[in-house]
């Protein structure tokens, strides 16, 4: 190869520069701070820098005449095959150090040749480790922020609080959120002046650990869909975190509960190895034996000043240390918890005071209905009263005389006939009467305790009779229930209306059943028959006062009735299908256990 004018020049330039050997120019390339290496033709080591000793760790001695790759122990990024005619290439690798680091570098790698035919390489390695560390950082943080995005997204989306409570507990422990192994949450109970635990989520050992993180690791749930997924219980039981979470409860006022302490502060409380740091203080052993574990971080979660909360997080299964990073994005979404708690509640308070604001003006509207009944009954009680007082007496007149005609009367049929007629007339418009001034002369309850079991039967017994005449089989239900607080003889009158209006709707025969049970602090009495039934429309005006379907009925037996139960502060309700019978159904207090009433 022949050399040109300007190459010579080059030459010239440079020997100005490194008057001398080759030996002072290697002694120059060693002492740089950039790791280089001169490489033979089978890649082994021919020379090793000051830079590259201090880089790697290994002194020349101990790399000299050794392959650079194993040295190195090099694994390209993206292998580089040789291009022809190009000497320089320069790939991204991974090398380690002798203390075993790995290291993200850059090499430049240039193919050499001697006049004589000896090949070589010089190798120029630049240090990206720390930028890849922060690339890494950077990326993690980015998927650290977009998880609390996502979380703060399912937040903003959950309508009641137990589905905050779950988004919050799924966001710091799930694969797609902040990988804690398990979290806990405390919430602030201001009408028990409590902290008490409410929720957690993680598994209980290692062996379920691995079950639940296998599991998820074959799907691809999305964060909101493990949300929709978690039970906080297994079976109808708190499972195993749930049942610790439950036994962290301290007063507010207790300042020596280290919950409430956390609570209290404007940080987050981390404990390492059972002592608080920053403080230097020991956690009470009582906290690290319910957790099962020494090292963990509290969060207090804080709205508009105010205390709503505490979230506990750990690594209690594979031990992983909770670094400053995951602390700081624990904080983040601890914020936008204590946020959407409070807002949970307000929602609540505010559902519960419209709760009560419209049971109020059912019940102002309910007792609108009262007065305007009452007032309307009272006329209808006056008149009525009257006009049975003064029907009375006639009608007793009347039927004693016919009675007594019909007693006395000649044998011919169609006397007799006429006189029955008149007799059985006058006995149904006196039980009419009887009905009127009853209704409108109510007397108050004489409430004592009685025998439901021993009255039924009583008022069964005295409609036997007539029901055995109708062709009815009745039956009696009995079971164990406490005595009612109850007047016996009002008591026993509306029973006794009841089972005669069943009698009525079967005129052909059928069953009547009574049941009785027993329910919280009350007695059930249920009247059902095979009878006619009633409409729908029936069954709107059946209580009414002077309203019936049959032709001699007064249309106050069920009015009466009612009245009773109301009076005993009970309850009655009429359940029926046309062609399929009735049930009547009066709920009635018992008597206070210990209480003689």
């Known amino acids: 190869m022949e050399t040109g004018p300007q190459q010579l020049d080059e030459h010239a330039r440079f020997e100005a520069f490194f008057p001398g050997s080759a030996d002072d120019f290697l002694r120059l390339l060693g002492a740089w701070s950039i790791p280089f290496a001169l490489l033979d033709d089978r890649g082994a080591i021919l020379f090793w820098n000051r830079g590259a000793a201090r880089f790697y760790g290994r002194a020349e001695d101990e790399v000299l005449g050794h392959p650079f790759a194993e040295i190195v122990a090099e694994v390209a990024r993206v292998p580089q095959a040789p291009v022809p005619g190009v000497r320089t290439q320069r790939y991204e690798a991974s090398h380690r150090r002798a203390s075993g680091e790995d290291l993200a570098v850059i090499v430049t790698r240039t193919e050499l040749s001697a006049p004589d035919g000896t090949e070589g390489a010089f190798v120029l390695v630049t240090d990206l480790t720390a930028n890849k560390r922060l690339e890494r950082g950077l990326a993690r943080r980015v998927a650290q922020l977009s998880v609390i995005r996502e979380i703060g997204e399912c937040l903003q989306s959950a309508m009641g609080l137990e589905q905050i409570l779950r988004?919050?507990?799924v966001?710091?422990?799930?694969s797609q959120g902040l990988r804690f192994n398990r979290a806990f949450l405390l919430l602030v109970d201001e009408?028990?002046?409590?902290?008490?635990?409410r929720e957690a989520i993680g598994p209980a050992d290692a062996g379920e650990a691995q079950?639940?993180?296998?599991?998820?690791?074959?799907?691809?749930?999305?964060?909101?869909e493990l949300v929709d997924q978690f039970e906080g219980e297994v079976d109808g039981a708190p499972s195993?975190?749930?049942?610790?979470?439950?036994?962290?409860?301290a007063k507010l006022d207790d300042e020596d509960a280290f919950v409430i302490r956390a609570l209290r502060r404007h940080a987050t409380t981390r404990v390492e190895s059972g002592r608080v740091l920053g403080v230097d203080e020991p956690v009470p052993e009582r906290i690290t034996q319910i957790l099962g574990i020494d090292t963990f971080v509290a969060v207090p979660l804080t709205a508009e000043g105010r205390p709503v909360?505490?979230?506990?997080?750990?690594n209690a299964i594979t031990g992983r240390g909770i670094a400053g990073e995951d602390i700081a994005i624990l904080e983040l979404l601890g914020l936008q918890a204590a946020h959407a708690i409070e807002r949970a509640r307000l929602t609540d308070e505010l559902a519960r005071q419209v709760a009560s604001l419209a049971a109020a003006t059912q019940e102002l509207r309910q007792n609108q209905e009262r007065m305007v009944l009452n007032e309307r009954l009272s006329a209808i009680g006056e008149m009525a009263a009257h006009v049975a007082h003064e029907?009375?007496?006639p009608l007793v007149a009347i039927g004693g005389f016919a009675r007594s005609l019909l007693e006395r009367a000649p044998r011919d049929r169609e006397t007799t006939d006429a006189l029955a007629i008149i007799v059985d007339e006058v006995r149904r418009l006196e039980s009419i009467v009887r009905d009127v001034l009853d209704f409108s002369r109510p007397a108050s309850p004489k409430i004592a305790p009685v025998d439901m079991s021993r009255l039924v039967l009583e008022a069964y017994e005295l409609l036997r009779g007539e029901m055995d005449h109708a062709g009815i089989q009745a039956s009696v239900e009995d079971a164990?229930?406490?005595?009612?607080a109850v007047d016996r003889d009002q008591l026993f009158q509306a029973i006794v209306n009841l089972l005669r209006n069943a009698v009525h709707a079967m005129p052909r025969g059928g069953s009547i059943r009574v049941r009785l049970r027993r329910f919280p602090h009350g007695v059930e009495v249920a009247i059902a028959d095979t009878g006619i039934g009633m409409s729908e429309e029936i069954q709107a005006h059946a209580l009414e006062p002077f309203y019936t379907t049959k032709h001699d009925g007064s249309g106050l037996g069920l009015t009466i009735a009612s009245r009773i139960v109301r009076d005993h502060h009970g309850e009655i309700r009429i359940k029926s299908k046309e062609g399929e019978g009735t049930t009547v159904l009066l709920r009635l207090p018992a008597v206070p256990e210990g209480d003689d009433v």
């Open 167 to 169: 988004t919050i507990l």
């Open 171 to 174: 966001g710091a422990t799930a």
């Open 191 to 197: 009408r028990r002046g409590e902290l008490r635990g």
């Open 211 to 224: 079950r639940i993180w296998s599991r998820l690791a074959a799907s691809s749930h999305t964060l909101r």
């Open 240 to 249: 195993r975190v749930l049942a610790i979470a439950r036994q962290l409860v």
């Open 309 to 314: 909360g505490l979230l506990l997080a750990d």
């Open 391 to 393: 029907i009375r007496n």
């Open 480 to 484: 164990d229930v406490p005595d009612a």
